[in-house]
């Protein structure tokens, strides 16, 4: 079993953060526990057991996702002994406790069972008491750390699963979240393309064999650029950046957008361009022909979306009955974040209109 199940720390929000601060607090450990020397409880003894410490430690830090689980486990293991080994030690020092917390929270972040997280952890707090109480019993005049409190390490092991559990929610929401946009991205294509093969095949039962060639074209077009819209939809939700306005215009000529786009969130964005795409090709399957204009208004407050088609100007094809599934995720999307989606008959046409705040 390896260890591929730890918390992906390349793409969490803020885990650039989280890792600076773990070094940050080793490199304290280290650097002020070797700056302390002099105070060390029995050097002679000491020494080993720092140099174990340090290398455990820093080993424990980097992601090691090749590593087997047992593997990993043995090394937080050692990193946790070697911390509560060091701790009666170093009671004069500021900075040689931190070992044994660090390697507790570490033990709780980095492996997937709870069990053997909160294992380690208590381990080492009774290898600490212990040797804290053996420590007190051989140097009483060293005033070293009474045993109750050598219980302590153990505690970080909590910090250490909850910044584990919310890592791991989080990814699972942005694989959500992708997974949703791919869903929409396909489901929008594969919507286009199954309208120009029925027009295809209208075309050809009525003799306008070009046209249905030409509409089955149209149709290997969409199918290629469905996948090359995949990849920026999933590549501008890793970044969290969306062209809006550019892709907005990719849909229709008839066009308007007021106010400014630039702070538009991701999730906005993309929910504003899924809902234009899905009004502009409900308008191509059931008024084909007819005019489309898509309105944005953005405010300090909110923004609107509006998008209208007027009567259709073309004989409708026998096409594959929809299932209005389009515009029920639409609303889904919508109210996740706060807002509204309506959709209706306006006048000589039908309106969609979309509302979300800022």
Known sequence: MRAADEPDQATRPGASRDQL????????????????????LWPGIALPVFAVACASAIAALFPLRRLPTGWLAALLSVAMLAGAALLPLTEQTTSGPFFAYLAAGAAGYRLASRKAAVGIAVGGAVVAAVLAAVTGALAPDASPWPWWLALTVAL????????????????????????????DVLGHSLSGIALQLDMADALRESGRGEE???????????????????????????????????SLRALTEDVTISGST????TEAAH?????????????????????????????????????????ATEKRADFADGTSLGLVGMR????LLGGTLEAGPDGDGWTVELELPR
């Open 156 to 183: 970080p092991v909590y910090l250490g699963i909850a910044q584990r559990e919310r890592s791991v929610a989080l990814a699972l929401a942005e694989r959500g979240r992708i997974a949703r946009e791919i869903h």
């Open 21 to 40: 601060l773990r070094r940050f607090l080793l490199l304290f450990a280290i650097g002020g526990t070797a700056v302390q020397w002099p105070s060390m």
């Open 262 to 265: 630039r702070d538009i969130g």
């Open 271 to 311: 929910t504003v361009l899924r809902t234009a795409q899905e009004a502009v090709t409900n308008a191509a399957k059931h008024a084909p022909g007819a005019p489309v204009s898509v309105r944005l208004e953005c405010r300090g407050n909110g923004l609107r979306l509006t998008v209208h088609n007027g009567l």
């Open 332 to 335: 889904e999307r919508a109210a």
């Open 212 to 246: 249905a060639d030409a509409a089955v074209r149209k149709a290997r077009a969409l199918a290629v650029d469905s996948m090359a819209e995949t990849r920026r939809a999933v590549h501008a939700l890793r970044e969290g950046a969306l062209p809006l306005a550019q």
